[in-house]
């Protein structure tokens, strides 16, 4: 993969990768997020994205939602567990105004007191949202027994009654001491000279101060199993199950991507989805999935049946997860499966907005990213036997976590 890359003196790193669209994409990742949150600043660093859209030094809300609508472009933000992302989709042209639009938001905003009960407010109705959808909180809350005691095992959301007593003081202090160059990104895709682009970096990134990062993240405490089971007044149960895995820097973490593939990635053959759903008819909706970061991972199930099917579909699910761990995938079966996976990756890479977002992520943890012949070498190189050993240590059932919304 071909992209020219550059640091400003103050450490703030640049990546772009040429294309030949009319459509540009840029911004700022910021590896910051709700595990850099100290106990009282639960949702801070969400409250924070939200906020950096309500006022600068020298703008206005409105004018800072208008600087790119006006020309047809789009503003956006999110916040994970470790990243905060500011980006913008415009046309070629405007791409300099997009650029000045992010440095002002991520470095000068104000956080105007009038605008922080409106935008709490707003929060709170996203949190509610989420309790109101027991198939989308029980990934946060899954997580949590995870993570247990540890931030990174946090709602991103944050707690109610925190956010309802954060200040300009609070958010500016949180910025302080966890918004720092070196762990920037100012990454770019699309047809723009990148001499110009390194010019204008120069002129609206160069001028603040270099930041180093002062402190550790704390590692997740020991890991323990759990089982728990929480009433919902709903039709269905929503399950989960699952185990911590690879951090991002692990030498296994693409094969443990395939083996989740595999288990119940996103395609119809996957599985459980075979065996759960169209041999048994057990389940609507049947998925694995598998995270990594920086020092830690998880990998989960999701399930959500009519409640007589509970016992029926567990064992099923132990299963298919005791023949991976016992058995072998032919070889024939195993090739069929990459090319899956290389075929997904590909049609995933024609969307410009996630391949620029992945730019961005890629470079702010490793400072590279792979290309796709890079990444079908080393899934060529991926055996069964590797598989297998994979899922012997991801997919013991002993050290399986399961949660159960009834």
């Known amino acids: 993969m071909f992209y020219q890359t550059h640091t400003l003196p103050n450490g703030i790193r640049l990546v772009h990768k040429p294309d030949d669209s009319p459509v540009a994409y840029c911004g700022m990742a910021i590896n910051t997020g709700t595990r850099d949150e100290a106990e009282n600043e639960q949702g801070m660093a969400h409250f924070i994205e939200h906020m950096l859209f309500k006022g600068t030094r020298k703008r206005r809300a409105s004018h800072i939602i208008n600087r790119l609508e006006d020309v047809g472009g789009e503003l956006n933000a999110y916040t994970n567990k470790e990243e905060t992302f500011v980006y913008s989709i415009i046309l070629k042209e405007d791409f300099e105004r997009a650029m000045e639009l992010t440095a002002d938001i991520v470095f000068n905003s104000v956080f105007p007191e009038n605008e922080i009960a409106k935008e709490v407010d707003v929060i709170l109705d996203e949190i509610q949202s989420y309790n109101d959808s027991p198939s989308e909180l029980i990934f946060d809350d899954f997580e949590e027994l995870i993570f247990a005691n540890s931030p990174i095992g946090r709602n991103i959301l944050g707690k109610a009654?925190?956010?309802?007593?954060?200040?300009?003081?609070?958010?500016?202090?949180?910025?302080?001491?966890?918004?720092?160059?070196d762990e920037m990104v100012f990454?770019?895709?699309?047809?723009?000279?990148?001499?110009?682009?390194?010019?204008?970096?120069?002129?609206?990134?160069?001028?603040?101060?270099?930041?180093?990062?002062?402190?550790?993240?704390?590692?997740?405490?020991?890991?323990?199993?759990?089982?728990?089971?929480?009433?919902?007044?709903?039709?269905q149960i929503h399950l989960m199950m699952g185990n911590r895995a690879y951090p991002l820097n692990h030498p296994d973490r693409l094969g443990l991507y395939l083996l989740n593939n595999i288990i119940g990635g996103p395609g119809m053959n996957s599985l459980l989805n075979l065996s759960l759903?169209?041999?048994?008819?057990?389940?609507?909706?049947?998925?694995?999935?598998?995270?990594?970061?920086?020092?830690?991972?998880?990998?989960?199930?999701?399930?959500?049946?009519?409640?007589?099917?509970?016992?029926?579909?567990?064992?099923?699910?132990?299963?298919?997860?005791?023949?991976?761990?016992?058995?072998?995938?032919?070889?024939?079966?195993?090739?069929?499966?990459?090319?899956?996976?290389?075929?997904?990756?590909?049609?995933?890479?024609?969307?410009?907005?996630?391949?620029?977002?992945?730019l961005g992520k890629s470079f702010l943890h490793f400072n590279y990213m792979e290309s796709s012949e890079e990444i079908q070498k080393r899934l060529a190189d991926i055996d069964a036997a590797k598989i297998q050993a994979i899922a012997n240590e991801v997919l013991d059932e002993k050290q399986m976590t399961s949660l159960l919304f009834f």
């Open 161 to 181: 009654d925190l956010l309802k007593n954060y200040t300009r003081e609070d958010a500016a202090r949180f910025i302080a001491n966890n918004y720092h160059t």
């Open 187 to 235: 990454f770019s895709l699309g047809k723009l000279d990148f001499k110009k682009l390194v010019l204008w970096a120069e002129k609206y990134l160069g001028g603040y101060p270099a930041s180093l990062r002062p402190y550790k993240r704390e590692v997740p405490e020991l890991y323990v199993p759990q089982v728990v089971t929480t009433h919902k007044d709903t039709h």
């Open 277 to 358: 759903r169209e041999r048994n008819g057990l389940a609507y909706n049947i998925e694995s999935s598998y995270s990594g970061y920086t020092d830690t991972g998880v990998f989960s199930i999701y399930l959500g049946s009519d409640p007589k099917n509970k016992e029926k579909c567990v064992k099923l699910i132990y299963q298919e997860l005791k023949k991976l761990r016992e058995v072998k995938l032919p070889d024939v079966k195993l090739a069929k499966f990459k090319k899956q996976m290389m075929g997904q990756l590909a049609i995933s890479s024609e969307n410009k907005e996630s391949m620029a977002l992945n």
